[in-house]
Each structure stands twice: as C-alpha cells, then as structure tokens.
Nanobody
Framework: QVQLVESGGGSVQAGGSLRLSCTASGRTFSSYAMGWFRQAPGKEREFIAGISWSGRSTIYADSVKGRFTISRGYGKNTMYLQMNSLKPGDTAVYYC?????????????????WGQGTQVTVSS
C-alpha cells in the first residue's frame, strides 16, 4: 500500500524558512515523479513544485519561483521542499503527491497518490 507522509510544517514569521519532507513507502519510488501542492482556506489546491523521477528536472509555480527549492533524497523515496523568504500568503496546508511517470506536471488530477498534508502558517 502506497503511503506518503509529510512533515516539517509549523509556524514561522514572514521572511523565515521551513523545510518540508515527504517520505514515501509501499513501493520503490525511483520511477515516480513527485510534487508539492498547497491549499489555503477557501481556495482550491494549487501546484507548487514538481520533480522528475531522476531528480534532474524541476518545475515551479511562478508564485514560489526563486524562494522554494524542491529536491529528492538519495534513495528517491524522500522529497523535500526548502521554503525561504516566506510570506503570509504562503499559509496553507501543504501536500506531497506522487505518480508513476518521468516528469512532474502541474495538473492536480494527474497525480495518483497523496499525503495527508502538513500545516504551514506564516505570520506578518
């Protein structure tokens, strides 16, 4: 059974940093693209960043480009999101996702597996 578990969320002041982790289990994820999404209260879930199965290709939403960095661990079953220069607008529940394909995509419906989410709160 595939399971994705996020960790690392919390509360931080504007301008601060957080590092989110996503640990995947249930199968080998070396052939899976992985991604991060977020959902703020009253808003739809949105794509933040994605990484290919190899870790060599990444894509970002314009809203986080230059501030957030996505990466994968050596064993490919872990994924990280380094978030710098956080803003109150980044406050949301952050979800990791995985899908059996080479490259990540921003299309929410195309992802097969989801974690339960971790809360990130940025205060001004």
């Amino acid at each position: 059974q595939v399971q994705l578990v996020e960790s690392g969320g919390g509360s931080v002041q504007a301008g601060g940093s957080l590092r989110l982790s996503c640990t995947a289990s249930g199968r080998t994820f070396s052939s899976y693209a992985m991604g991060w999404f977020r959902q703020a209260p009253g808003k739809e879930r949105e794509f933040i960043a994605g990484i290919s199965w190899s870790g060599r290709s990444t894509i970002y939403a314009d809203s986080v480009k230059g501030r957030f960095t996505i990466s994968r661990g050596y064993g490919k079953n872990t994924m990280y999101l380094q978030m710098n220069s956080l803003k109150p607008g980044d406050t949301a529940v952050y979800y990791c996702a995985a899908d059996y394909r080479n490259y990540a995509a921003a299309d929410l419906a195309s992802w097969s597996y989801w974690g339960q989410g971790t809360q990130v709160t940025v205060s001004s």
